[in-house]
Nanobody, 124 residues
Framework: QVQLVESGGGLVQAGGSLRLSCAAS????????MGWFRQAPGLEREFVAA????????SYADSVKGRFTISRDNAKNTLYLQMTSLKPEDTAVYYC?????????????????WGQGTQVTVSS
């Protein structure tokens, strides 16, 4: 069983930056597509970014392209999300997720394991 623990959320002003981390408990992390999702109050969970374990290929939601960067350190079993130029509409609970898919996927139901989430609040 893969366990995922997010950290790094908090309160930041618009235009600021945050880096989220997700620590995985097992080596299966190195063979999983890893993704970040977010959920704002009253809205459905939405895809933010994902990264392949095979070739490091990434995918981003249009709303975060050019502002967020996903990366992974397989040696440390850790996933990162560097967020810059944050906007109030980025406010949400951010979730780390792992998928046994071979290639990057943006579909929520393709992800098998989820963290507990970390709150990101961007003030205007």
């Amino acid at each position: 069983q893969v366990q995922l623990v997010e950290s790094g959320g908090g309160l930041v002003q618009a235009g600021g930056s945050l880096r989220l981390s997700c620590a995985a408990s097992e080596r299966t992390f190195s063979r999983s597509v890893m993704g970040w999702f977010r959920q704002a109050p009253g809205l459905e969970r939405e895809f933010v970014a994902a990264i392949s374990w095979i070739d490091g290929r990434t995918s981003y939601a249009d709303s975060v392209k050019g502002r967020f960067t996903i990366s992974r350190d397989n040696a440390k079993n850790t996933l990162y999300l560097q967020m810059t130029s944050l906007k109030p509409e980025d406010t949400a609970v951010y979730y780390c997720a792992a998928s046994r898919a071979l290639f990057v996927t943006t579909t929520t139901t393709d992800y098998d394991y989820w963290g507990q989430g970390t709150q990101v609040t961007v003030s205007s």
